[in-house]
């Protein structure tokens, strides 16, 4: 075993043991003496973005949806439900697929070795059959369905859409209802033998544990069980243009209320990890300075109708895409993206107020604070910032050293009108 | 740990949950007041309204500008709908930044909430005319965009349907085409009427230095504006009666969805407080409650019907609803199915495997609740509100002990109700 580093404590006394087990799996456990529950997650670093790749010399293209369409069938056993076993020992099970992530999960207060043990089994195991296969394909096709009449949800990915023109990030995370029946069990196989090797897996557990014994267990069980060499994998991701494919995207959905968003297609992506945290916190900070519920702009708006109290912003980074996203409802969609324009250029030349700066900064750190108390929580940020190989709870450090002048620069680099782009849901009856 | 300690005076209650083990410091407070068929709307509007700005912050902007500065506590209010009650909330959740500052946070936090809730005059803040009309423009959407959600639209339909003429029944956000009737002088006098006819619940759950002190200040505030009345009784929630149906009533509307709604809604005539409120509580386990239950079994994963499929018990109104998206085709499948669920229970057919796991998912789920205090009150406000406190180990004692038998005759106590069906423009059935 190697690079165990132990009692290592960040700002807010949270304690991380991790460890890289021989197989390539890497181990982070969050002992939180007093807390009744136990949240695990184990990863995969394989998302929906991963739909073309190179395996051992060889190049494959595989159909949209299929990381998805995969952990749908994990929880395929030849024995027993795998939602059974769980449920033999009191624990709820899950997992979801995101553009660059699998992550499946279980939340329990008791049994805590049986439940380590099954989550590590059921998805270090598949079990494929041509119907198997085929019967998923209803249950996918029900579950994209089911996201067509979420307005929220298609403008969101008209936006990607519009932003990038090759990059498969603009690819419905579920895939379409026509690509998920082109998915049979061979090509299942190959991704998962491609992205389900330890070396490219990871374990976090957060929760009411003992770290010592816990890591105990995990050895153990990954001792018992042989894995080939690691694949070597190259992902093939198509050359994306730094500017948006498209300024504007309008649909029409049967919905009662417009949606609008806005959103910047990011260019200055991180080279280094390290990068990517700072990047992340402080473009979260330009953003609530300039849209949140204490800016002037989003009173404004309010005041004339033209959003509601769900106004929000989002920025996603990763080393491959990244964007920021603001918006809502939105009666008037054009007059609203037109406001936002003309609102970014003003506040680039005036500059962010310092005061905003300041309360976006203590917010954050506030918001991080209350984050802690929630295990589930703490394990889901822990998995996906280090998937993209941050550390999680550097945050505080991370924040508290950002400065103003940096956030002007952000702002004025990244909001961008060259990188903007209007994604629209209106009512189907309107013209 | 689960064991709250409460001081009251009057209608003012403050429970009370200290632990040291979390960041995060929670006051909520509730008020409970009788849905009305004449005021519904009016009262719907009344917790947006207090976030438009008070006499000390007049504006939205200067209520959020407070709570930033104070380590991005979150103030806020809420409605919600507890069987024929409108639950009206101010809180705050505050981050425990003791090592961070010498400030009087919780102080701080405490003051805000007390005035988002008390702190209005007509004129000012939430209720100046011009806050008003933005608030009714804003509660018109509100009310239009809740139709964008298929999912909970369809539950909201076939609940109130199987609440019929009771106030259960009532809209949580009121009635659309009486918005425009509404005024600031009305808005203010109903906000008033909140004072005399509200029960008070609030609760403190999180390290707090003096939890029992800033007890008595929160009495001694709202003692000011909520009078103390002797005569009263307290409101406490019934479950809805179960004569009504042999059979199902079917309601089919249209919209232009992708995916059809299918909710079927039974009364139980059991909730919070019923002494059978465990088994009933097994028995939605068994059916439909989670992953190992039969619904997701069969209607899932034998038949691919569906991606999403449940049944939820209703512990205040004891309504039963099963819930899932289908393709309009699947309807006459899809009901045959959950109907031979239901019957296989109470017909016996309840495996001592289906006992155990729902037994230990629903220990699970309980526990858990352990690690979330603000979840844990609540918990303790169903109680509150239903007539009976349940302490969770005595909860899951007393689902431990459930018996198939004791499942089965929860199951024949179920009655059909109303099947609600949302399906596409064109669609028939």
Not at chain 1, 280 to 299: C, W
């Amino acid at each position: 075993m190697t690079n165990e580093t132990r009692g290592r404590r960040d700002a807010v006394g949270i304690e991380i043991v991790e460890k890289r087990l021989d197989n390539g799996l890497s181990v982070y456990l969050a002992p939180r003496p007093g807390f009744q529950q136990t949240f695990a997650m184990f990863a995969t670093k394989y998302g929906s973005i991963d739909n073309e790749f190179i395996r051992d010399g060889k190049r494959t293209r595989v159909p949209d949806g299929i990381a998805h369409f995969l952990e749908h069938k994990m929880f395929e056993d030849e024995e027993q439900e795998v939602f059974s076993r769980f449920a033999e020992h009191g624990a709820s099970v899950n997992a979801f697929t995101t553009f660059d992530e699998t992550a499946y999960y279980f939340s329990g207060t008791s049994d805590l070795q049986e439940n380590i043990n099954t989550l590590l089994n059921f998805v270090q195991k598949i079990y494929l059959t041509d119907e198997n296969v085929d019967k998923e394909k209803g249950i996918i096709a029900q579950e994209i369905r089911m996201g067509d009449d979420n307005p929220d949800r298609k403008v969101f990915m008209d936006l990607l859409s519009a932003m990038y023109e090759s990059h498969p990030v603009r690819i419905d995370i579920a895939g379409s209802v026509e690509s998920i029946y082109k998915i049979d069990r061979e090509t299942l196989l190959e991704c998962y033998h491609t992205f389900y090797h330890p070396s490219n897996m990871i374990l976090v557990i957060a929760g009411g544990f003992d770290a010592r014994e816990v890591m105990g267990w995990i050895e153990e069980n990954q001792a018992a069980k042989s894995f080939g060499p690691p694949p070597t994998i190259e992902r093939v991701y198509p050359e994306e243009p730094t500017t948006p494919k498209a300024t504007h995207l309008e649909s029409k959905l049967p919905v009662a209320s417009p949606r609008c968003l806005i959103g910047w297609k990011e260019k200055a992506l991180p080279e280094e990890n390290v990068d990517l945290m700072r990047q992340e916190l402080l473009t979260g900070i330009v953003l609530d300075a300039l849209f949140g519920k204490t800016s002037e702009f989003y009173s404004e708006l309010l005041k004339e109708g033209l959003i509601d109290k769900g106004f929000s912003w989002e920025y996603e980074l990763t080393s491959q895409y990244g964007y920021t996203v603001v918006g809502g409802n939105a009666p008037k969609p054009g007059e609203l993206a037109k406001r936002v324009e003309t609102y970014v250029a003003k506040m680039k030349d005036n500059g962010i107020d310092e005061d905003a700066f300041e309360r976006a900064r203590k917010k954050a750190l506030g918001r991080f604070i209350m984050s802690l108390d929630q295990v589930s929580y703490v394990a889901r940020s822990y998995t996906s910032y280090r998937l993209r190989g941050v550390d999680f709870l550097q945050t505080v450090e991370v924040l508290d050293s950002l400065t103003l002048n940096e956030a002007n620069k952000r702002l004025g680099e990244h909001l961008s009108k060259e990188q903007m782009v209007v994604s629209t849901v209106v009512p189907k009856s309107a013209s | 740990m689960s064991t709250f300690t409460t001081r009251s005076d009057g209608r003012i209650h403050v429970h009370i949950l200290p632990h040291t083990r979390f960041r995060t410091k929670d006051l909520m407070i509730r008020l409970h007041t009788p849905l009305v068929r004449d005021t519904v709307t009016a009262m719907s509007l009344l917790p947006y309204m207090w976030m438009n700005g008070t006499k000390t912050h007049p504006s939205t902007r200067d209520l959020q500008i407070a709570a930033d500065d104070l380590y991005g506590s979150v103030i806020r209010t809420s409605l919600g709908k507890r069987a024929g009650y409108h639950v009206f909330e101010a809180a705050a959740s505050i981050p425990d930044v003791s090592r961070l500052t010498a400030d009087d946070v919780v102080a701080q936090a405490a003051d805000l909430v007390c005035q988002v809730l008390l702190d209005h005059a007509a004129g000012h803040g939430a209720f100046s005319d011009e806050a008003v009309a933005q608030e009714i423009d804003l509660h018109r959407r509100r009310i239009e965009a809740a139709r964008d959600d298929k999912m909970g639209f369809a539950l909201q339909r076939c609940m109130a349907e199987v609440a019929e003429d009771s106030p259960a029944a009532l809209p949580r956000l009121g009635f659309i085409d009486e918005l425009g009737d509404l005024t600031s002088d009305k808005l203010y006098r109903t906000y008033e009427s909140v004072f005399q006819a509200s029960e008070v619940h609030a609760y403190l759950v999180g390290p707090f230095e003096n939890a029992h002190a800033l007890a008595e200040k929160l009495i001694r505030e709202l003692g000011r504006v909520f009078p103390s009345d002797s005569s009263r009784t307290a409101f406490r929630v019934e479950p809805l009666s179960r004569e009504a149906r042999a059979e199902f009533q079917t309601v089919t509307e249209h919209q232009d969805v992708a995916q059809a709604q299918l909710d079927m809604g039974y009364r139980t005539g059991v909730n919070f407080a019923d002494e059978n409120y465990p088994s009933l509580l097994m028995m939605n386990g068994v059916f439909g409650g989670f992953a190992h239950s039969k619904l997701f079994l069969n209607v899932r994963e034998k038949h691919s019907l569906a991606y999403s499929v449940w049944s939820h018990h209703d512990g205040m109104t004891g309504a039963l609803a099963v819930m899932t998206g289908i393709d309009p085709k699947n309807y006459d499948q899809a009901r045959q199915i959950i109907d031979q669920q239901l019957s296989a229970i109470q017909a016996g057919d309840v495996s001592d495997e289906e006992i155990n796991f729902t037994f230990r998912g629903l220990q699970n789920q309980y526990t858990v609740l352990l690690d979330q205090p603000a979840a844990l009150a609540n918990w303790h406000y169903n109680g509150v509100l239903s007539g009976k406190e349940r302490d969770i180990e005595d909860m899951l004692k007393a689902l431990q002990s459930v018996t198939k038998e004791d499942i089965v005759q929860a199951a024949q106590a179920v009655q059909p109700h109303t099947i609600y069906f949302l399906t596409g423009e064109g669609d028939a059935s």
